[in-house]
């Protein structure tokens, strides 16, 4: 498994779960003098994105590009997959499409969290899924375009009303054929904390429903801090993804508590006890 650290690029997100927020120059930086294999971005938009400045800093640093969220177009402009309105869906579909394009020059997927949405309330929760799915197979098969998967990440009940769990989420990607046109799961521990009876245990599970459901990890405790600062059993993660063969990245989303640095050292630590365990 490979290591990854998040660097955010977007002023709106500066209390957010997010390592590095001192400009790209100085997360990259930073995550190559902590030991990282590579960054994981938060960026404003697909306009705004660097990419003349990041294709230098991965050759400066060695570095890779494990992922690009579009957290921002929910937090900057309410853009949501499953709105209800055309337009306004039509307009985040859009957001996300461009975001993919930047992503794949790098050979990196892009994240759906919070730009999934939820239903306006119970009743409308499966017309919500409805259009969760339609909205999942157009960029799917966008990403497929690029040679890319799409990570769609299950959140916890707080932040959506939609899927919470990882194995509804797994079930209802096979069921609407959507590892089939390159979705895969990104797993946060932290979501997972929250609404998991046992995470271990539930990797298991998805390996069984369909060994290549799980695309990404963001190594997170309990808390949202770096690991080791909660009650995670992160060995016991780390073993089960171990087993599954899962070969990815585990990407600290993480508050940069006590500071960056320390979040990024107990990271790495983490991962190292994890494989010599």
């Avoid at 394009?101 to 239903?119: H, K, L, R, T, Y």
Wanted: glycine letters at 8%; hydrophobic letters at 40%.
């Amino acid at each position: 498994m490979k290591s990854a650290i998040t660097v955010c690029l977007v002023p709106e997100a500066a209390r957010g779960p997010f390592v590095f927020h001192e400009g790209l120059s100085a997360g990259c930086h930073n995550a190559a003098d902590a030991g990282f294999d590579a960054v994981e971005i938060f960026p404003p938009s697909a306009g705004e994105f660097p990419t003349r400045q990041l294709q230098k800093l991965l050759q400066q640093t060695s570095l890779n590009l494990a992922a690009v969220g579009t957290g921002a177009g929910w937090l900057k402009q309410r853009l949501s997959i499953t709105d209800t309105d055309p337009d306004k869906r039509r307009n985040a579909v859009q957001f996300i499409s461009e975001i993919i394009d930047v992503a794949a020059e790098f050979g990196a997927p892009a994240i759906i969290g919070s730009m999934q949405g939820q239903a306006s309330d119970i009743g409308h929760r499966s017309e919500s899924l409805a259009l969760l799915a339609e909205s999942l197979h157009t960029l799917g098969n966008h990403a497929n375009r690029h040679g890319q998967v799409l990570l769609y990440e299950p959140l916890n009940r707080y932040e959506t009303n939609l899927l919470n769990s990882q194995e509804e989420a797994a079930k209802y990607l096979i069921e609407h054929s959507l590892v089939d046109c390159g979705i895969r799961l990104l797993c946060d521990l932290f979501h997972m904390n929250i609404e998991e009876e046992h995470v271990p245990k539930t990797i298991t599970r998805l390996n069984s429903l369909r060994s290549d459901l799980i695309g990404h990890v963001h190594w997170a405790d309990s808390n949202r801090k770096a690991m080791g600062l909660g009650h995670t059993d992160f060995p016991a993660v780390y073993n089960a993804l171990n087993a599954i063969g899962y070969d990815g990245y585990l990407a600290a989303e993480v508050f940069p508590l006590p500071s960056a640095a320390e979040a990024a050292s107990r990271t790495i630590s983490s991962i190292e006890a994890s494989t010599s365990s």
